[in-house]
């Protein structure tokens, strides 16, 4: 099943309040996020964590596979466990045919997760896993991958493990 996401940055609270009452009455959460901006800015952070997860979620399937495992078997028990996320039963069985169909390109995950990190950067809140990530993610784009699927990133790993 899937999921709408909203990320209205322009609302004033009577205007959400509004909007969301005539238009969205059957949405099941809905989040007022303050002042102009922080709609953005969550949805910044939303696709930091997104980026982060994709790149260590390449990290295992690589993984699974070098060490003798199924990664097929791995993504299996993945969706069965407390980090069983439907990015992964989506995205996972493609990565190990090393197909990715653009869905989210690349190129603007990268770009997410750049202004994610000059967001932190703003507040002084570290965050060196998804910096990390973001490394990986400019590597994917230097081989070409910008318009490929996000999940493309499993490259980079692979360009790291064969040098």
Not at 101 to 120: E, N, S, V, W, Y
């Amino acid at each position: 099943m899937g999921c709408l996401v909203l990320y209205p940055i322009f609302l004033l609270e009577t205007s959400y309040t509004f909007l969301f009452t005539w238009i969205f009455n059957t949405i099941q959460s809905r989040f007022y996020l303050g002042e102009v901006g922080n709609g953005a800015a969550m949805k910044l952070i939303v696709n930091m964590i997104m980026g982060s997860m994709m790149a260590t979620f390449s990290e295992g399937l690589l993984l699974s596979e070098k060490g003798g495992l199924d990664p097929n078997v791995l993504v299996e028990v993945v969706s069965l466990g407390a980090i069983s996320a439907p990015m992964y039963s989506l995205k996972g069985p493609s990565m190990v045919k090393s197909l990715y169909p653009t869905a989210f390109p690349l190129k603007h995950q990268q770009k997410d997760m750049r202004l994610a990190l000059g967001l932190a950067e703003s507040v002084s809140q570290p965050t060196p896993i998804a910096a990390a990530a973001n490394e990986l993610y400019k590597v994917a784009k230097s081989h070409g991958l910008s318009d490929s699927d996000f999940s493309a990133v499993i490259e980079a790993l692979k360009g790291k493990v064969q040098s």
